[in-house]
């Protein structure tokens, strides 16, 4: 078979046929009396034995020795495959969530494509300096889209770096919300946290309020602490077993025990508040300074029950309890009606 019925029966051009001549790959078995290439049967199946193992992106060279040297095995080599595959898949997805990305964005002219490569590559560096100065160096009024600030939030582990984003994010007027949610779903704790962190800053954004309702169930202690302190200043009385914890356990007690305060300014919720605290101050009676988390924590309590339970600390017979107590029971009495009268009398 002369080459150009080869070409037409295999899909292989002449061209690349002459190639495969050149390399040693395929050489015709013989030649026409013309001086013309002439492939047998066996050559033409040598051919699309090239073609097929060309198809899993195998190099000529190493195709030649696969099919010359008898000992080759090809486990090792497909594994490289399928790796150097990967890698290729990878940067095709990168390349596509930037093309997105900047579709989102809809840009008006070039200028706004650039911005947006400009902070994508500033996001990628190594430097969170850098990382963190390609976001705030975004000129005003440029349009960036949230799921990009969203997406970089969550997998951004510098603290300066992700504050930055969270501003920025607040800024794009666009809903960032579903991207992080799915990050406060993610088998990856350090996400999640990332993400329930982000929400709880945004709070009001609608969406936010169930994410941080969930996240309240999460199994990993710090992504219900940030969740609780969100839905607690929102008045969500779910978040008083988290919060009341966070006192106990001394973990941004401060801020749970002033919203504990706040919450307990509803009716409805002051008498479970109170139980609970009371309730860990029974089951705490050697731990002096869980005792005095927990005194501080009554202190912001409105009500006269809170100021009756302080009066009994003030008595404890742990010194340091009584004494923090003492203090409290003080400022509350400065604080009475009664107080104030006497001082106007």
């Known amino acids: ?6 070409a037409r029966h295999s899909g292989v051009s002449t061209r690349m046929l002459r190639y495969y001549d050149a390399l040693g790959l395929v050489r015709p078995t013989g030649r026409t009396v013309g001086g013309y290439r002439e492939y047998s ?13 060309r198809s899993l992106g195998l190099p000529l060279k190493q195709i030649g020795r696969a099919l010359e040297d008898p000992a080759f095995t090809p486990s090792a080599l497909v594994g490289d495959l399928i790796r150097r595959t990967q890698e290729r898949l990878e940067r095709e997805q990168e390349m596509l969530k930037r093309l997105r990305a900047i579709d ?10 650039l911005r947006i490569v400009e902070l994508m590559q500033g996001l990628d560096s190594t430097s969170a300096a850098r990382r963190q100065q390609a976001v705030l160096a975004r000129p005003e009024g440029g349009s960036v889209p949230a799921e990009l600030l969203a997406g970089a939030l969550l997998a951004e582990s510098d603290p300066n770096v992700a504050g930055a984003l969270c501003w920025a994010l607040a800024r794009s007027g666009g809903d960032g919300v579903a991207t992080l949610a799915a990050g406060a779903h993610s088998k990856d704790v350090d996400i999640r946290r990332r993400a329930v962190s982000a929400i709880a800053s945004m709070s009001e954004a609608p969406g936010a309020a169930a994410v941080l309702a969930d996240a309240l169930g999460d199994p990993d202690t710090t992504v219900r602490r940030h969740a609780a302190l969100a839905l607690g200043r929102r008045g969500v009385t779910a978040a008083v077993p988290t ?14 025990a002033e919203v504990l305060g706040t919450l307990s300014r509803n009716s409805g919720c002051a008498d479970r508040i109170m139980t609970a605290l009371v309730d860990e101050l029974a089951a705490h009676t050697a731990d002096s300074a869980v005792r005095i988390r927990l005194a501080q924590a009554l ?10 339970v302080l009066r009994r600390l003030a008595h404890d017979d742990d010194r340091a309890v009584a004494i923090v107590a003492s203090a409290f029971v003080g400022v509350f009495e400065e604080r009475s009606p009664e107080s104030r009268g006497d001082e106007n009398s």
């Open 1 to 6: 078979m002369l080459i150009g019925d080869v």
């Open 41 to 53: 049967a066996e050559d033409v199946r040598r051919i699309f034995h090239v073609e097929s193992l």
């Open 104 to 113: 989102a964005s809809a840009p008006t002219g070039w200028q706004g494509v």
């Open 243 to 256: 919060l009341v914890g966070m006192v106990v356990d001394g973990c941004n007690d401060v801020d749970a």
């Open 299 to 308: 202190a912001e309590l409105c009500g006269t029950t809170a100021q009756e």
